[in-house]
């Protein structure tokens, strides 16, 4: 029997606020452990949460980017359990009037490229809990620690419906929904540090069946590879399960990276099991439809977007449009500078998928924004090599200096008398001297082994160290062979 996964993602998405949602302690990453805390994000008796306006307006503007229609009004409830690294006992949150729903994320396949159209079902606010600490201690054997600084930080949870079959397709919505919040400004996804963590539900039914299997939930992935190799062996696990006539048990399941499989965590909690009741301490949060109207003119360009406006405008490929302004951090406001400083669009996209890419990945650089050589240095190097001033390999060696150095590309060429050869007799008499030295080769091309041509010119670059221009040098080589 041939089975399909049925996967829903929960990403949860730490606002990129000063402070936190309902205090006005600070959210800053690896503050000395319990310092960031105030009366009102440990639960103390008598302290009033007040909520945090620059929370709601990121929350507003990753709904929007999300397709999603903004509650006019919702509610903030109080969600009952007890964690310990969650001291009032209760986590604030958003259930049955969230601040948004009925989105969409659309992308293509990694899986054959089909389109993919994942409902996010709503966007809600709500604080997150400290961080139980259970290695690194003395005494971690017996003891836990808890740092409360992350409690209170300002999240949103982006919930979705299970339309996903695939964990390769999990992971690739996923991505997209990182790269839009963190083009917003609103999330910096930074998935090391805890500040995007995705849940995924996920079951199991035969193929062609709409009725849903008893879901799992895998908890707390932080990274695009661990999703898909975690449902990727849940998925496994569960039609094993199934096949030998199991049953999938409801729970909530943890990734094991070392050991390559999910392992049981607790069992699955209900809606119910919360005891969900309106936060008594908070007003219902009403949004204005103009407040909104002001938000959604304010939102950027976001990535899907500008890919199919570099292919509009720029007449880049799809492939080389999405490696630019999607896959490489800070790769789209590089592109573009350099086109504004006069770089040809498609050779300037060449230059920074080639050089540019490969020496940011030597040197362990992950954001371009860091790469010492500027935009417009780069495009004076094009521009160089355009006009044929140099070629395009002694053009990669420039760059190799300019990279170093931080000089400029004329000033390097200049200096080291990297000009190409474009006099002819000079090239000339050293055409002359590789046919003289190479008769053999001579013959080749002449009794019509036209490939053996390229070695010839090859030897003419190599002599003069690349800089003879090309073009000129495969005329001459080809004429001289010939006997002109």
């Not at 989105?103 to 709500?126: I, K, L």
């Not at 521009?383 to 931080?406: C, D, H, N, P, Y």
């Amino acid at each position: 029997m041939a089975f399909e996964a049925v996967i829903g993602l929960e990403i949860h998405a730490q606002l990129l606020t000063n402070t936190k949602i309902f205090c006005g302690c600070a959210t800053t990453f690896g503050a000395a452990p319990n310092t960031a805390v105030c009366p009102v994000c440990l639960g103390l008796p008598g302290a009033l949460p007040v909520l945090n306006a620059r929370a709601v307006e990121f929350a507003i503007r990753a709904s929007l980017a999300l397709g999603c229609r903004i509650n006019g009004t919702s509610i903030f409830a109080r969600k009952n359990y007890f964690y310990p690294d969650l001291p009032k006992g209760y986590q604030i949150s958003q259930y049955d009037r969230p601040l948004a729903s009925e989105g969409a994320v659309e992308f293509a396949s990694p899986e054959g490229g089909q389109a993919v159209r994942v409902r996010v079902t709503r966007v809600h606010m709500e604080e997150d809990a400290g961080k139980s600490l259970h290695h690194g201690f003395p005494d971690s054997d017996r003891a836990t620690y808890l740092d409360f600084n992350r409690a209170g930080v300002p999240l949103i949870e982006i919930v979705t419906e299970p339309d996903l079959r695939s964990a390769a397709d999990a992971a690739e919505c996923f991505s997209r929904i990182r790269e839009i919040v963190v083009a917003l400004g609103v999330n910096d996804g930074n998935m090391e540090e805890g500040s995007l963590r995705c849940d995924a539900n996920v079951s199991v039914r035969p193929a062609g069946t709409a009725t849903l299997g008893t879901k799992a939930e895998v908890k707390n992935v932080n990274s695009f590879k661990f999703l898909q190799k975690a449902l990727e062996f849940e998925i496994g696990r569960q039609i094993a399960t199934v096949e030998s006539g199991g049953r999938v048990v409801q729970e909530t399941r943890l990734w094991d990276a070392n050991r390559g499989e999910t392992f049981s965590m607790r069992s699955k909690e209900e809606a119910h099991d919360y005891r969900y009741f309106p936060e008594p301490d908070l007003p219902p949060l009403v949004v204005e439809p103009a407040r909104v109207e002001e938000i959604r003119a304010a939102l950027p360009e976001l990535p899907a977007a500008r890919v199919r406006r570099f292919v509009r405008e720029f007449g880049l490929s799809e492939y080389d449009a999405n490696v630019i302004a999607r896959l490489l951090e800070g790769g789209a406001a590089y592109f573009e500078a350099m086109v504004a400083a006069g770089a040809p669009p498609k050779t300037a996209g060449n230059w920074i998928q080639g050089e540019v890419r490969r020496k940011l990945k030597e040197t362990g650089v992950d954001d371009i924004g860091r790469c010492p050589v500027a935009p417009r240095a780069l495009a004076e190097l094009v521009a160089l090599v355009e006009r044929g001033v140099i070629s395009t390999s002694v053009g990669k060696q420039v760059f190799e200096q300019m990279w170093e150095t931080g000089r400029a590309a004329s000033e390097i060429v200049q200096t080291e008398g990297l000009a190409q050869i474009g006099d002819e007799s000079a090239l000339l008499e050293i055409v002359t001297e590789i046919l003289a030295a190479h008769p053999r080769e001579v013959e080749q091309v002449r009794t019509g082994k036209t490939s053996v041509m390229g070695f010839l010119v090859g030897q003419v670059m190599k002599r003069t160290g690349g800089k003879a221009n090309p073009k000129l040098a495969s005329e001459l080589v080809r004429r001289a062979v010939n006997g002109a």
